[in-house]
């Protein structure tokens, strides 16, 4: 929004009521996002914990409600995750050992071209893309991300049986995880 000052409009006597209304409403949407984001964060820390434990122990890997007093909410869980950069998978390697690895598959999804070598190229990759020289193939292509391979979690404990080493493990390569009320 820009610095310069606004003009004020005096709005008439029947939307006055309104705009506090909305005002005031507003801010207490705001308040209760706050509070519901400290409660959902509190919630997803004791939720990561049991799936690292449940992991850890053997179980299957799979979503599954907690419950509260009166209602319960849903952990849900999907062996899928973001892409992993190569240079991220170096980082997680060198953290948790090489093992680490079997967690995960190339996400052929992520392949892309290179453009700036493709346009020049295109009449020779439309032709015969097997033709093209060693240089031009080696440089066509950026670098492929991974993603998380079908049941890794249930490889997992053959790398650790640490429940804090398997939490940090499922964060690290991004499995996908959210919350749902009931």
């Known amino acids: 929004m820009s610095t310069e000052k606004l003009d004020i409009v005096d709005a008439p006597a029947t939307l006055k009521t309104k705009?506090?209304?909305?005002?005031?409403?507003?801010?207490?949407?705001?308040?209760?996002?706050r509070e519901?984001?400290?409660?959902?964060?509190?919630?997803?820390?004791?939720?990561?914990?049991?799936?690292?434990?449940?992991?850890?122990?053997?179980?299957?890997?799979?979503?599954?409600?907690?419950?509260?007093?009166?209602?319960?909410?849903?952990?849900?869980?999907?062996?899928?995750?973001?892409?992993?950069?190569?240079?991220?998978?170096?980082?997680?390697?060198?953290e948790f050992g090489s093992g680490v690895r079997q967690l995960l598959e190339l996400d052929l999804n992520s392949l892309r071209f290179n453009t700036e070598v493709l346009?020049?190229?295109?009449?020779?990759?439309?032709?015969?893309?097997?033709?093209?020289?060693?240089?031009?193939?080696?440089?066509?292509?950026?670098?492929v991300s991974f993603t998380v391979a079908k049941g890794a979690t249930s490889k997992i404990p053959k790398l650790t049986n640490d429940v804090q080493q398997v939490k940090a493990i499922l964060e690290r390569i991004r499995t996908t995880v959210k919350l749902q009320a009931g």
């Open 19 to 33: 705009i506090d209304l909305f005002v005031a409403t507003h801010r207490e949407i705001k308040r209760a996002e």
């Open 36 to 94: 519901l984001q400290k409660l959902k964060d509190e919630i997803l820390a004791f939720a990561k914990e049991e799936r690292a434990f449940r992991v850890t122990s053997g179980k299957e890997d799979r979503s599954f409600r907690i419950e509260g007093g009166k209602d319960t909410v849903t952990f849900v869980v999907t062996d899928s995750g973001a892409g992993i950069e190569p240079q991220d998978l170096l980082v997680i390697e060198s």
């Open 119 to 143: 346009r020049p190229n295109f009449q020779q990759v439309a032709r015969a893309f097997e033709t093209l020289p060693q240089q031009i193939l080696g440089d066509l292509f950026r670098q």
